[in-house]
């Protein structure tokens, strides 16, 4: 079965960077999108950063864009989240999630497949 984990949480400083990276398994993952969701305490999950497995296209949510990069290497099946500039309201549980590439976009159930999350603290 598909299995995802997420690592690399943690607790930095505001103007800091992080990186996520997210292990997948279970299956070929070349007819699937991996994203990038986020859920902050009493807010809805949020998407933050799309890619295409094959093609390597990428896609993200505009606050981010430009601070965030998703990535991936296909030989290791590793999915990567390079965060930049990390500010307070970046504090959430982040998810890798995994759905069919023609299907998943940038909306939470679209996506098939979760990891159980990670904490990423920003402190002021």
């Known amino acids: 079965q598909v299995q995802l984990r997420e690592s690399g949480g943690g607790l930095v400083q505001a103007g800091d960077s992080l990186r996520l990276s997210c292990s997948a398994s279970?299956?070929?993952?070349?007819?699937?999108?991996l994203g990038w969701f986020r859920q902050a305490p009493g807010q809805k999950r949020e998407f933050v950063a799309r890619?295409?497995?094959?093609?390597?296209?990428?896609y993200y949510a505009d606050s981010n864009e430009g601070r965030f990069i998703i990535s991936r290497d296909r030989a290791k099946n590793m999915l990567y989240l390079q965060m930049n500039n990390l500010q307070p309201e970046d504090t959430a549980v982040y998810y890798c999630?995994?759905?069919?590439?023609?299907?998943?976009?940038?909306?939470?159930?679209?996506?098939?497949?979760w990891g159980q999350g990670i904490q990423v603290t920003i402190s002021s």
């Open positions: 999630a995994a759905g069919s590439r023609g299907f998943a976009y940038r909306t939470a159930n679209e996506y098939s497949y």
């Open positions: 890619l295409g497995w094959l093609t390597g296209n990428t």
């Open positions: 279970g299956r070929s993952f070349l007819e699937f999108a």
